[in-house]
Nanobody
Framework: QVQLVETGGGLVQAGGSLRLSCAASGRTASRYALGWFRQTPGKERYFLARITSGGNTYYADSVKGRFTIARDNAKNTVSLQINSLKPEDTAVYYC???????????????????WGQGTQVTVSS
């Protein structure tokens, strides 16, 4: 079992930066791949980035160069650094855990086993 709690959301001006964090707890948390998604009202949850248990990363094309995912297995945390924020980045951001710790692809929402509660990011212009 894995529990996930996101923090770090808030109100940021366009062009700024934000770092989201997700604390993972559970006996086998270090064996899971961890991903970040975001969702706005009326839209499906959208994949952003994934990091495997070994630290390999995979990004959606739309966020390459601006978003960076990293994990600290010693602390059981995963972060998402977002630079050059745009108003369209406004969304609820979620972290998720996938038992396929080696899998270096986006993965669908249904393929992730556990989800955090989400943290709101609002970007003003």
């Amino acid at each position: 079992q894995v529990q996930l709690v996101e923090t770090g959301g808030g109100l940021v001006q366009a062009g700024g930066s934000l770092r989201l964090s997700c604390a993972a707890s559970g006996r086998t948390a270090s064996r899971y791949a961890l991903g970040w998604f975001r969702q706005t009202p009326g839209k499906e949850r959208y994949f952003l980035a994934r990091i495997t248990s070994g630290g390999n990363t995979y990004y959606a094309d739309s966020v390459k160069g601006r978003f960076t995912i990293a994990r600290d297995n010693a602390k059981n945390t995963v972060s998402l650094q977002i630079n050059s924020l745009k108003p369209e980045d406004t969304a609820v951001y979620y972290c998720a855990a996938d038992s396929r710790g080696w899998f270096l692809r986006a993965g669908t929402v249904d393929e992730y086993d556990y989800w955090g509660q989400g943290t709101q990011v609002t970007v003003s212009s």
